[in-house]
């Protein structure tokens, strides 16, 4: 059964650090791009990173030299390391992960969220 799921988010004072975890079973197909998104209240959700199944990465701008993403293969696990928080990155941070099924098909598959919250 195809699960995916957020962990290590938390209340932080503006400048510090938090690491955020993704894992997601794979199922017997293997997983492709898995990515970051965030949605703060009122707005709508956001990309904050991407990571191809051969390491590529992608920022969104406002995230540029402050987050760092990466993943491990053999746990299919996801992370996102957040340094230097800033009030603007408060919001709930969800994974999404690109399950292939038995047909070959890449299926999105989101986390429920953890809640990031950056305060003083």
């Known amino acids: 059964q195809v699960h995916v799921a957020e962990s290590g988010g938390g209340l932080v004072q503006p400048g510090g650090s938090l690491r955020l975890s993704c894992e997601a079973t794979?199922?017997?197909?293997?997983?492709?791009?898995m990515y970051w998104y965030r949605q703060a209240p009122g707005k709508e959700r956001e990309l904050v990173a991407k990571?191809?199944?051969?390491?590529?990465?992608d920022y969104a701008d406002s995230v540029k030299g402050r987050f760092i993403i990466s993943r491990e293969n053999d746990s299919n696990t996801m992370i996102l390391q957040m340094n230097n928080l800033k009030v603007e990155d408060t919001a709930v941070y969800y994974c999404?992960?690109?399950?292939?099924?038995?047909?070959?098909?890449?299926?999105?598959?989101w986390g429920r969220g953890t809640q990031v919250t950056v305060s003083r």
């Open positions: 794979r199922g017997n197909y293997g997983i492709g791009a």
């Open positions: 999404k992960a690109n399950i292939k099924n038995a047909q070959y098909s890449y299926i999105a598959h």
């Open positions: 990571i191809t199944s051969d390491g590529r990465t």
